[in-house]
């Protein structure tokens, strides 16, 4: 206690306080990049062989790929490798429990097998890329499983056990990587929908990440409410929301001015 009265918080206590917020932001901060990167990733690939077509002047006819590992072999190629690498690396240094550690670097060394084995072209591959379209193809199956294990292990992890509005969606989305992987699986085997604008596979794809991604963003809202920083997010989101009312009032204002009148 200090001389005026006021108790005098120890340094070594100050910096333990201070160390595990920063832990849990960080925390926050990796569940919410992965989520995004689910999220976002199935459909910023076609719409970025969409915006290329347009800009070469092409149709955009194949916009959709046969599956997110065939954006390899198109013009989005960068942002689906580079999502990959980076899906990979929050994964591997993301640490919550033994298990769930030992489950995201499984998931995370998966997904930088996938990025840098690619699978094979539709036509026309060699034996090389053959042979790397076989070592994608387990680095493939062994993202998707460990991705349905980490959701299905996370359901029973201290600290998210006791939340059912945080572990239901974990046990949701292993339910359904597994269920759309059995789909994916049937699909490819009976050749249906081989001929769909959108093919069975890529929608089994773009399924299990949303299942993946969405549960993991739930998380890290869940953990930003805990620690208290979902306040500021809020507030930011509303700033946003607030700028793009006023911009389409305007807008709107602009407009009416500028009609005729009759």
Same mark, same amino acid.
């Not at 009265?5 to 925390?27: H, Y």
């Given at each position: 206690?200090?001389? $005026? ?9 100050? *910096?333990?306080?201070?160390?595990? /917020? @920063? ?15 689910? *999220?976002?990733?199935? =459909?910023? =690939? ?7 077509? =347009?800009?070469?002047?092409? !149709?955009?006819? /194949?916009?959709?790929?046969? +599956? ?9 190629? /960068? ?9 990979? !690396? ?28 690619? !699978? ?5 591959? $060699?034996?090389? @890329?053959?042979?790397? +379209?076989?070592?994608?193809? #387990? ?22 056990? /006791?939340?059912?509005? #945080? ?11 597994? #269920? ?5 699986? %049937? ?10 604008? #959108? ?40 700033? %946003? ?16 001015? +500028?009609?005729?009148?009759?």
């Amino acid at each position: 206690m200090s001389t $005026d009265g006021t108790v005098t918080v120890p340094l070594r206590d100050r *910096v333990a306080t201070a160390q595990r /917020d @920063q832990d849990a932001r960080t925390v926050m901060r990796l569940r919410l990049g992965v989520g995004i990167i689910g *999220v976002l990733l199935p =459909l910023a =690939l076609p719409l970025g062989n969409w915006i290329a077509a =347009l800009l070469d002047g092409r !149709t955009g006819d /194949d916009v959709w790929p046969g +599956s997110m590992s065939g954006a390899y072999h198109t013009s989005i190629r /960068d942002v689906f490798v580079g999502s990959l690498c980076a899906l990979g !690396t929050f994964l591997i240094i993301y640490r919550f429990n033994r298990m769930n550690d030992v489950m995201g670097t499984v998931a995370g060394c998966c997904a930088l097998g996938v990025a840098l084995f690619p !699978t094979a072209p539709g036509s026309g591959a $060699d034996s090389g @890329q053959l042979t790397a +379209s076989v070592f994608h193809l #387990v680095f493939a199956v062994g993202l998707l499983t460990s991705m349905a294990g980490f959701c299905l292990l996370m359901y029973w992890a201290p600290g998210i056990k /006791d939340r059912s509005y #945080v572990r239901r969606p974990y046990r949701v989305a292993g339910v359904l990587i597994l #269920v759309f992987m059995a789909f994916a699986g %049937v699909a490819a085997v009976t050749g249906v929908g081989d001929d769909w604008p #959108v093919t069975p596979l890529y929608l089994c794809e773009w399924l299990s990440v949303w299942s993946f991604g969405f549960a993991w963003t739930g998380a890290a809202l869940s953990l930003a409410e805990d620690i208290g920083r979902l306040s500021r997010t809020r507030a930011v989101v509303g700033a %946003v929301l607030r700028w793009l009312r006023s911009l389409g009032g305007l807008l709107g204002r602009g407009t009416s001015r +500028s009609r005729p009148a009759v």
